[in-house]
């Protein structure tokens, strides 16, 4: 098929604009607290809400798409995001936010299953592997940019009236008093909306899925819930997510309650910095999978990760504001190598898999929630702390992965 340049933008902008909403949480979390009144637990909520839907969504959807095609599943995602958006935008409090997290969620979860295969289409197969890691790095710039938005954003509400541009004008206006973050919500909403009407008026290509990309019937999943492997890989996405989320969500608080950073720049400037740092590590992991067997690599991130933790935690102020970026850089390889570690540790099957691994992302559910009620009992240092357990899980597969095939390395 002949490449289509203008859907392959389409799906790198499609990429931007899902790791725009995702990954946001994490600088919002102080101003959630702040406005709505919340402990920890119930902050946890909120991301626990959204990544809920992965869990959920993310087999169902692989089926939805063989039936009713990438169009019309990508049409709907990007509608469910809008009136996520919207609703907790016209209507900012605690339970409208629970909610539309879960809608803006299901709607992102249904992105990611639809967009991968359109891709290989659209640009080639013979270009997917240089497709797909331009989608991460566009995904990885977006997620460094988030946090940036939403201090542009907020400073510009609270500043001076007559410097004001007109969309910050505006924008003032809709958002309640004291509550200038909801204005991302607007724009989220805003953005949602241009990208429905894009993909209405764009013409797609038939897609055939490959066995990998296939979702598989109920029969292939419960084959496949037979094999322990499959449990061990399930539980090591489920933690590496939960170790993803599980400090960005929290960095700003942190950083807040111990060192006394102000959220909207410190604070949004270090989860930023994180996510930065994780897709800048995997252009660094590329390179070391072609000298180092990728069970190595993995233990030698895991083991700076640990240290990064330490120091984040038990650190001064200005190691910390250091160490919890860092710990993006430590985690940038850990997805790609367990991925690459589960598919090939079975021969068959493997689309069916993906759907299996692909709902351990619901991690990124439960481990900020557990975080969060450990730390309204014992404060949130004590809390972060259970990070040691999941970065010690992602150390241990390093140790008991046994792949049918290994990363090919130059000798």
């Known amino acids: ?25 994490g600088p919002i979390v102080p101003d959630i607290i702040d406005n709505f009144h919340l402990t920890l637990t119930a902050a946890a909520l909120m991301p626990f809400s959204f990544f809920l839907a992965y869990g959920v969504m993310s087999i169902p959807t692989g089926m939805l798409v063989e039936v009713y095609r990438e169009k019309k ?32 969620g299901v709607g992102m979860a249904a992105l990611q299953v639809a967009i991968n295969p359109l891709l290989r289409v659209t640009g080639g197969e013979e270009h997917f ?21 939403y201090s542009h954003l907020v400073s510009g509400i609270e500043s001076d009236p007559a410097v004001r541009g007109p969309m ?21 909403a805003a953005v949602t909306f241009v990208m429905i009407a894009i993909i209405f008026v764009s013409r797609f290509p038939v897609v055939y899925r490959t066995t990998e990309e296939q979702a598989g019937t109920w029969d292939s999943h419960r084959k496949l819930l037979r094999k322990p492997i499959v449990y061990l890989y399930f539980f090591s996405v489920f933690t590496y997510v939960g170790c993803e989320q599980g400090t960005s969500n929290w960095i700003s608080e942190f950083l807040s ?84 570690l589960a598919l090939n540790s079975v021969d068959e099957l493997h689309g069916s898999f993906s759907g ?29 702390m259970f990070l040691y357990l999941t970065f010690g899980w ?6 008991w992965a046994r792949p049918i095939i290994k990363n090919k390395t130059i000798t």
């Open 73 to 104: 599943v990508i049409l709907a995602a990007f509608l469910m995001a809008f009136v996520g958006s919207l609703a907790f935008a016209s209507s900012p409090h605690y339970g409208m936010a629970i909610c539309s997290l879960f809608l803006i």
């Open 356 to 384: 299996i691994l692909c709902t351990g992302i619901v991690g990124g559910a439960v481990i900020p929630l557990i975080i969060g009620r450990l730390g309204d009992w014992f404060g949130l240092r004590v809390g972060l």
């Open 168 to 188: 910050i004008s505006l924008l003032s206006r809709l958002v309640p008093a004291g509550m200038p973050w909801v204005s991302l919500y607007w724009i989220f």
């Open 257 to 340: 309650q111990y060192h006394h950073f102000d959220p909207h720049t410190a604070g949004a400037d270090a989860v930023s910095w994180f996510w930065g740092l994780l897709t800048a590590g995997c252009l660094l992991g590329m390179l070391l999978l072609k000298v180092f067997d990728s069970r190595k690599v993995l233990i030698a991130f895991s083991c700076a990760a640990l240290v990064c933790l330490t120091a984040a935690l038990f650190g001064t102020a200005p190691v910390s504001r250091v160490a919890f970026p860092l710990m993006g850089l430590a985690a940038s390889v850990m997805w790609p190598i367990i991925i690459s």
């Open 394 to 399: 992602v150390l241990s597969v390093g140790f």
């Open 129 to 149: 592997a240089f497709n797909s890691a331009t989608a991460q790095l566009i995904f990885g710039v977006a997620s460094f940019l988030s946090p940036r938005i």
């Open 1 to 25: 098929m002949k490449r289509d340049y203008f859907l392959v933008a389409l799906v790198f902008l499609i990429f931007f604009v899902i790791s725009l909403l995702t990954n946001i949480l």
